[in-house]
């Protein structure tokens, strides 16, 4: 699953909130990304055929069908093969060399590799 920056705008809005009514899904993204009504009616029906969303009831209530995790690991997963030949710890090593971790950030890293090893063993 690929996602074009459309359909992640629209997946951002019922992350945050769902679920909504095609009409509230309709003003949130013209505040979030000033579309149309026309243009959000049309995402929100190609993504539903695409399985992406999904809706339940009269008026009809709009769900996400994909997880922020699952969209999320599917990118990143993207990025890791596109950029960096599939290597994370490239990756890494550019954020880190580039000074892109934080303190914080890295006792975060150091906790994920701490339970991952333990996972190993």
């Known amino acids: 699953m690929q996602l074009c920056q459309s359909e992640w705008t629209v997946l951002q809005s019922l992350w945050e909130r769902?679920?909504?009514t095609l009409m509230q899904l309709v003003e949130d993204l013209?505040?979030?990304a000033?579309?149309?009504a026309s243009t959000s009616k049309t995402m929100?029906?190609?993504m539903t055929e695409k399985g992406l969303l999904r809706y339940e009831g009269k008026?009809?209530?709009y769900y996400p069908n994909v997880t922020r995790e699952e969209a999320g690991l599917?990118?990143?997963e993207q990025l890791l093969s596109r950029a960096?030949?599939?290597k994370l710890?490239?990756?890494v090593s550019n954020f880190a060399d580039h000074g892109k971790i934080g303190k914080d950030e890295l006792d975060e890293l150091y906790a994920i590799l701490d339970r991952a090893a333990g996972r190993e063993e």
């Open 18 to 20: 769902q679920p909504q």
């Open 30 to 32: 013209k505040l979030r």
């Open 34 to 36: 000033g579309w149309s």
């Open 44 to 46: 929100a029906a190609r």
């Open 59 to 61: 008026p009809r209530r």
């Open 74 to 76: 599917e990118e990143t």
């Open 84 to 86: 960096f030949g599939g």
């Open 89 to 91: 710890g490239l990756l």
